[in-house]
């Protein structure tokens, strides 16, 4: 089961949230109540959660190239905040106080897995079956499937009604 980010940081576990405001000073770290050891072992005894938490770790040079694609790019310019902006000049804070979120709440319960993602499609696979790793399941046995044959082979226009197609674009050099 993942967190739900509000939740931990109400109980003073500090999550990726609760790291963002700090390093862009919206508000002071505040602590709270642990809700763990400092050997990893939940305080609350009995409770059967578990989970398993994925910060996205980008190198420098990529969250750059892909903040500058979000200025230059009309589709993606949608993706660009005013706090993507604040916390690109605040690097080294974000930084650090994501180290301090993953230092203090790393716990053999609840573990931190850092998650590499220069190359987002792989990363995210990467995470997926991480997460599958870890769960206990059995796998099942895929059936073989075979595409059937089909019946009719008339293409659209057979139907003799007037489509109204959008026009195509070749999108691979922009628009």
Known sequence: MLPNWDTLASHGIPCQRAANRSALEFREPE????????????????????????????????????????????????????????????WDDYTRA?????????????????VRSDDKRRARLNLIQHLLDHIPYERKRANKVKLP??????DDSSSGYPFKFIPEHDWTHGR
């Open 98 to 114: 994501r180290d301090e979120m993953l230092k203090a709440s790393d716990s053999k319960w609840a573990p931190w897995y850092v």
């Open 149 to 154: 044959d089909r019946r009719s082979q008339r």
């Open 31 to 90: 602590p709270g109540p642990a809700l763990f050891h400092e050997d990893g072992t939940r305080k609350v005894e009995g409770d059967p959660t578990e989970g398993a938490l994925y910060p996205f770790a980008t190198k420098p040079e990529e969250q750059s190239r892909r903040l500058r694609e979000r200025i230059t790019d009309g589709r993606k310019t949608w993706k660009l905040s005013p706090t993507d902006l604040e916390s690109y000049g605040r």
